[in-house]
């Protein structure tokens, strides 16, 4: 194995025993801010949580123009079925073969991890790779898997005094990315009454085994969604619910779903469940699909008939998965988060975009499905414009830097959502490329780095840098 290989891996060994959700990257951030102090950066921390880190010129070269590198400290915390894991408190268990950087019953967190452990590397390496340099800044970002409120809300001066921008967040090493998806938030919220059942038996159903995986990525290569499996099954059964609660997250395909319902006898559900599971196996790469039900205790309450028909109805629906495709502009939607309080019914839906002819037409599917549901609330939460496809001067320099290193890249557009789209936003005048290592299932307790793509990542990003010191 290479040292870059092996040097870059130290640095994320490092990282993976902080542990980071979205919104919650604080210890991580105070480790990072250090580190870069270390390396002889001048740090800020922004008010919600941000770093920015400005390494100076090489003297001789103060008036090359800044190049910005940047990353995002959160990661999307998943775990098998089963496996005992606290996201707020528990490290990152790594497992490495000859192949693959995987970790032990959860999400790896390569995304974004690996994007900053390169950047550390470079920095920590910048003689034997770069040698003379302009200045360069640093943004590691939070809350990118949420709600990009790190690249949301920086101040834009930061970003008006710089030229490129070299985004490290790619999931393929032989991509370089130049256009991303736009993203919405929406939530959707029923108020609750509760009455006690008149049924005579209680039962749990659980859809688990499923693939998952990430929304933008994942969303067209036929992975099915628990929640809407739930669902239709309980539609097809007269039941009453207790508790449906399904999804991890936002930007992650649900992969298990569960309900709490009672019925009157078994047989029904017996049959549906079984009819189900061979249904899905047939039409989707699913074949870990399992749909299993048990006896329970009779819940104490249910909601009444007709809110059980409108949360239902509301999931059956609503899209998940690909609304249409026209070349590089792919419209889609993920239910990703369902689930039941004492007061509301709440499901928190994500589309995506690449243009906002096409944000408009998933916004009216969604309202659409809203009224005919008889939904009480549906309510925009957060919304990321799409960034624009384009040529540059950074991408000409990167693609030559490329060829000379032998290596065979193309550009992309991908339909996962970048926070480039907020950077070109504050300063329109940016040229920016995303890059990144080749990083599987992301956004899953499968998700895995191959080892091979890291090399090429560090050269491809250190040549860049290196043409543009000239």
């Known amino acids: 194995m290479s040292n870059i290989l092996e040097g870059v891996i130290e640095e994320f060994k ?23 102090k270390n390396l002889g950066a001048k740090i800020q921390r922004d008010q919600i949580g941000n770093i920015i880190a400005d390494f100076p010129a090489t003297e001789g070269l103060e008036n090359l123009p800044i190049i910005l590198m940047q990353a995002h400290m959160d990661m999307v915390c998943v775990a098998e079925e089963g496996y005992k894991y606290d996201p707020l408190n528990d490290p990152i268990k790594l497992i490495r073969d000859e192949k693959f950087l995987s970790a032990e019953g959860t999400s790896l967190g390569a995304d ?51 030229k490129y921008i070299i985004n490290v967040d790619s999931e393929n090493v032989d991509e370089i990315v130049i256009g991303s998806a736009g993203s919405a938030r929406i939530e959707f919220r029923h108020d609750l009454t509760w009455n006690s059942p008149k049924k005579s038996d209680g039962y749990s159903i659980v859809v688990s085994g499923l693939k998952g995986g990430h929304s933008g990525e994942s969303i ?34 649900a ?22 599971e061979q249904k899905i196996s047939a039409e989707c790469d699913e074949p870990k699909l399992k749909i299993k039900f048990k006896k329970i205790k009779l819940p ?7 809110e059980t028909e409108i949360s239902l109805s509301l999931i059956n629906n609503l899209l998940s998965g690909v609304l249409k495709v026209d070349g590089d ?3 889609s939607a993920n239910i990703g988060i369902v689930k039941i309080t004492d007061s509301a019914f709440y499901l928190n839906y994500m589309p995506r975009f690449h243009s906002i002819e096409g944000f408009n037409e998933i916004f009216s599917h969604a309202t659409n499905a809203c009224i005919k549901s008889r939904c009480n609330e549906m309510t925009l939460k957060g919304f990321s414009r799409e960034w624009k496809a384009s040529n540059s001067n950074l991408l000409e320099i990167m693609l030559k830097v490329a060829k000379k290193q032998k290596r065979r890249v193309i550009t992309k557009v991908i339909h996962g959502g970048l926070e480039c789209s907020h950077f070109i936003e504050k300063n329109p005048n940016l040229e920016i490329v995303s890059v990144g290592t080749s990083n599987l299932n992301i956004h899953s307790p499968n998700e895995k780095l191959l080892l091979s793509s ?7 990003i250190a040549g860049t840098l290196k043409s543009l010191a000239v």
């Open 14 to 36: 490092k990282i993976s025993a902080f542990p980071r959700p979205s919104k919650y990257e604080f210890r991580v951030a105070n480790y990072l801010s250090e580190r870069l």
């Open 112 to 162: 974004d991890g690996i994007g900053i452990a390169i950047t550390l590397y470079i920095l920590s390496n910048v003689e034997n790779l770069i040698g003379k340099h302009g200045a360069w800044r640093i943004i590691f970002t939070v809350d990118e898997e949420v709600g990009m409120s790190g690249a949301r809300e920086l101040d834009k001066k930061f970003l008006s005094d710089v």
């Open 220 to 253: 067209d290569v036929n992975h099915a969604n628990a929640i809407k499996i739930l669902a239709q099954i309980l539609s097809n059964l007269d039941c009453e619910i207790n508790k449906f609660q399904g999804g991890t997250a936002l930007n992650v395909i």
């Open 255 to 276: 992969s298990e779903a569960k309900a709490l319902i009672t019925l009157d006898g078994s047989n029904d559900l017996k049959n549906i469940c079984k009819k189900f």
């Open 300 to 306: 104490n309450r249910v909601m009444n008939k007709k």
């Open 329 to 331: 502009d792919k419209t």
């Open 454 to 460: 890291v090399e090429p990542t560090v050269n491809l």
